[in-house]
């Protein structure tokens, strides 16, 4: 079955980094743009970044340019987002989003906690 499992989540203080990775099984991966996502408390779920189904092309959010990076490895059936510079507010959980390339067809994972504080 489709599965996409977030890991990488945690505490860290503000101006830290975190690695989150998402693993991604059951669909072709590689026919798949991947897009991340995070929801605060309180608030609705907003789009962080996103990159292609060839890891061709990325884009990311006014909040995540310049600190994040998202990035892919179709070996691995892998994505990744790199978060630099972290802020409070960047505190989250975040999802992890896959799209069917020329399709709405899309899987969610469960999430994992971003905590940003001193």
């Known amino acids: 079955q489709v599965q996409l499992v977030e890991s990488g989540g945690g505490l860290v203080q503000p101006g830290g980094s975190l690695r989150l990775s998402c693993a991604a099984s059951g669909f072709t991966f590689s026919s798949y743009a991947m897009r991340w996502y995070r929801q605060a408390p309180g608030k609705e779920r907003e789009w962080v970044a996103r990159?292609?189904?060839?890891?061709?092309?990325?884009m990311y959010a006014d909040s995540a340019k310049g600190r994040f990076i998202i990035s892919r490895d179709n070996a691995k059936n892998t994505v990744t987002l790199q978060m630099n510079s972290l802020k409070p507010e960047d505190t989250a959980v975040y999802y992890c989003?896959?799209?069917?390339?020329?399709?709405?067809?899309?899987?969610w994972g469960q999430g994992t906690q971003v905590t940003v504080s001193s």
């Open positions: 990159i292609t189904s060839t890891g061709g092309s990325t």
């Open positions: 989003n896959a799209l069917r390339v020329g399709s709405t067809i899309n899987y």
